[in-house]
C-alpha cells in the first residue's frame, strides 16, 4: 500500500501520538487489573476496598441467581417458562424499588453504593433460595 502525503507533512506526529495514547489507554487497563486481584475481601483496607467488595459479592450473589433461573426455566413447559419470566421481571423491579427505599436516607452520602448493593444482595439470595426450592420440586 502506497501512502502518499502532501508535500511538507511528516509521519513522525500522528504515528508519535497513536504510541502515546495507544500506549497510555494499555497501561490504564492493565494498571487497574492487578489493583482489583490485591483486594482481600476477607480483610478489605478501607472504604473503597469495601464497597468494592460489597459490590464483587452482589455481582456473584446474582451471578448464582442467573443460574438457578436457567436450571430451572429449561425444566419447564413454554407456558411455565412464560409465567416464571413475567414473574422474575415483577420481581426484579420489586427488589430494585425496596432497595432504593430501604436506603433513600442514605442517598448522597458515600455508603449509599454499598448499602443498596447489600439489599440487593440479600433479597437476590433470597430469590436464588426460592427458585432453587422449585427447581428440587421438579
Not at 487489573?33 to 473503597?48: K, L, T
Not at 459490590?55 to 441467581?65: G, N
Not at 413454554?78 to 432497595?99: F, N, P, V
Request: aromatic share 8%.
Amino acid at each position: 500500500m502506497k501512502i502518499e502525503l502532501r508535500k511538507g507533512l511528516s509521519l513522525f506526529w500522528p504515528i508519535a501520538l497513536l504510541a502515546i495514547f495507544g500506549t497510555t489507554s494499555v497501561s490504564a487497563q492493565s494498571l487497574s487489573f492487578p489493583i482489583a486481584q490485591q483486594i482481600n475481601c476477607d480483610r478489605p483496607q478501607g472504604d473503597a476496598q469495601v464497597r468494592t467488595c460489597i459490590r464483587l459479592s452482589y455481582e456473584a450473589s446474582d451471578k448464582r441467581l442467573n443460574e438457578v433461573y436457567k436450571q430451572l426455566t429449561s425444566s419447564l413447559s413454554d407456558e411455565e417458562r412464560s409465567l416464571l419470566t413475567e414473574a422474575q421481571l415483577g420481581w426484579i423491579k420489586l427488589r430494585d424499588k425496596t432497595c432504593e427505599f430501604e436506603v433513600y436516607k442514605s442517598r448522597g452520602g458515600t455508603g449509599y453504593g454499598g448499602f443498596l448493593n447489600e439489599c440487593l444482595e440479600r433479597m437476590t439470595k433470597q430469590r436464588t433460595a426460592e427458585l432453587e426450592q422449585y427447581l428440587k420440586k421438579r
